[in-house]
DNA sequence: TAGTTGACAAAAGAGGCTAATCTGTCAACC
DNA sequence: GGTTGACAGATTAGCCTCTTTTGTCAACTA
């Protein structure tokens, strides 16, 4: 599994980790409109064209940082699936839970919901939010599958989908706490997983 | 069932109506942040202050006003479930289908989708949308708990709600067609009810 | 080769300032 | 129960200017 990365890709990885990290330093302290592109090439001590070489343009970017920020959660809810691996039931449920508890806690989150208006990101998880979805969506069936061989790759995809918008939806319009939601959701989806993989609690 | 409504609500129900109906009409046309309360009230035939009376605000009067509309989507909802009483997950698949068909072709929901920023109606199906979940959840459950007394109430309402959220997203953020999607989301859903209501397929 | 620098047009945004409009709430009237 | 007219305070439209930002050059450097 291990191979060593040539330097073309590890430099370009680089590059792009590093921008992101600048770009999410910023996010968190003052809302995406007011921050310039020139500001993030100069937080990651690259010059503005470096950046718009490797994004291509400022709304490039930004599902870029989302896209990356949200792969910090889902790797949360990777291990927290993996942990469950022998109760999928649980597994739903502690996902979810981890999920929602880091979103709801986490700064960038709050601050991404918060700016409203066409400028902020917010749009990128709700009105123009396909991409992130089916991204997330194709990661989280990637975690079940490998969680759940024997799981039907079209359950499995069906099933990452709804936890996916389900979970956007609880962290856009926040209601009961995460417990509750896990718990629920688990109940909810708890049969038809029971199906798909063939195991019964 | 039949009661006779007194004059004092009548009068004023009527009222309501006009007014919804005089607001329909100028947000299928112009976006919300340029609709004045002045117009609303004309287009009524009514003066300004009746409208303030009834509606206290204009954010008070968007949100009845959004509540209103999706009251036509849902008795449609509610048609739907009912000719498939006999079939649980048929009747998912018939309402959501029924649901996002007529969303997508409803001029008021796309102009309602295009309107980003904070001054549009957007936000009060997104950030600010328990107000509207908690309300269709709450309907969604009667319909439920009617055509399916046997249905354990907790159960209903968790259906409901997830059944709402899930629409929303599909409606703010499409992807498939909305038969793909009734068709996929009985399928998530099928054995949930399946075992909530003992009854099989 | 991969990055920097400087320069650029076009687009967008900040600032200020006035006039107009809109909201939300009066009280008087029918 | 509804209308009318009037009102202060807050918003918004318009316009104009100045500045900034975006996105893309070509020339330069390690």
Redesign the interface.
Known sequence: METRTPYPQAARRLLRETLLAAGRDEVQQRAWSEITMAEIAAAAGVSRQTLYKEFGSRDEFAQALVIHEGERFLDQVDTAVREHLDDPRAAIGAALETFLRTAGEDPLVRIL?SD???AGL??LV?????PV??WATARLTATIEQGWPQAPPA?AR??AE?LV??A???V????ESPEAIAK??G??????V??ALGQAT
């Not at 856009?172 to 209601?175: I, Q, R, S, W």
């Open positions: 919901l409203d208006g066409t917010l749009p709700t009105t123009q939010g396909m979805v089916q359950k069906l099933l709804a918008r389900l956007i939806s609880h856009t319009a926040p209601g629920s959701t109940e909810l989806l708890g049969p038809f029971d199906e």
